[in-house]
């Protein structure tokens, strides 16, 4: 098992919506500035490795990120090699207990192929020293720009498990979106994975005008907006 932080080259700037209202915030980003990002690699197998760079200029518009993802060969008959790359946007971090519990994501990216296979994509969380994964969406196999979206609930979300050589998933540990969960950090994830026993594999990627919408559950913002008024109204009984 490893983990490594990796840096980002080039130079961008950063979007973010943030909440209107308690318990429903938006978060985005299409120029990827390096330091607003923080970027994990986690390996299952034998791994892998990850090139991150952000090229000024061919995407929807502007500046983009692009990454380049080599899983090694598989460690033998029956298993793969995965490599993860977890990028979590420093300004988007959902609290649950301010914010009200999350009842699903709206994910939305721009993908590109650049060369080699193709990249499972989606969305990531942190919480509590667990990173978690969406599974479904593919980089798109085209070398042209290609919108796509997912709802995710939080059923959706599966940790990382490096130990676990055949999906590198924990199919049934999920995130606490719960109004009494700890805050959670949100963002993207890319991976690259062998066949069972098969050699290694390299696919090239690009990435474009990420979005995050947390959806509240129903009454979340009341609730939330009361919890945060709570310490004001009881002050001004305690002063009449």
């Known amino acids: ?95 649950p207990s301010l914010e009200g519990p999350a009842l699903e994501f709206t994910y ?40 796509m979206a997912a709802t995710v609930a939080g059923a959706d979300l599966v940790a990382i498990d490096p130990f676990d050589l055949d999906d590198g998933l924990n199919q049934s540990f999920h995130p606490d979106l719960s109004g009494t969960a700890p805050p959670f950090q949100i963002g993207f994830y890319r991976s690259v994975q062998t066949a069972l026993g098969g050699t290694g594999v390299t696919a090239t990627a690009g990435i474009d005008n990420w979005r995050v919408h947390v959806m509240p559950a129903p009454g979340a913002s009341l609730v939330a907006t009361f919890t945060l008024l709570m310490p004001l109204v009881t002050r001004r009984r305690r002063s009449s």
């Open 1 to 95: 098992m490893r983990f490594r932080m990796v840096s980002v080259a080039g130079v961008a700037a950063v979007c973010m919506g943030a909440p209107a209202v308690a318990g429903d915030a938006t978060y985005s980003d299409g120029t990827f500035f390096s330091g607003h990002w923080t970027i994990l690699e986690i390996d299952v197998g034998n791994g892998g490795s990850h090139v991150i760079t952000s090229p000024l200029s061919g995407g929807t518009p502007g500046q983009w990120r692009q990454i380049q993802s080599t899983a090694a060969n598989s460690p033998g008959p029956g298993r793969r090699s995965i490599i993860f790359s977890i990028h979590l946007f420093d300004n988007a971090i959902y609290d």
């Open 108 to 147: 939305s990216e721009d993908s590109i192929a650049v060369s080699g296979a193709r990249q499972a994509t989606g969305l990531a969380l942190y919480q509590s020293g667990v990173y978690f994964i969406a599974p479904g969406l593919m980089t798109t196999a085209l070398t042209s720009w290609v919108h």
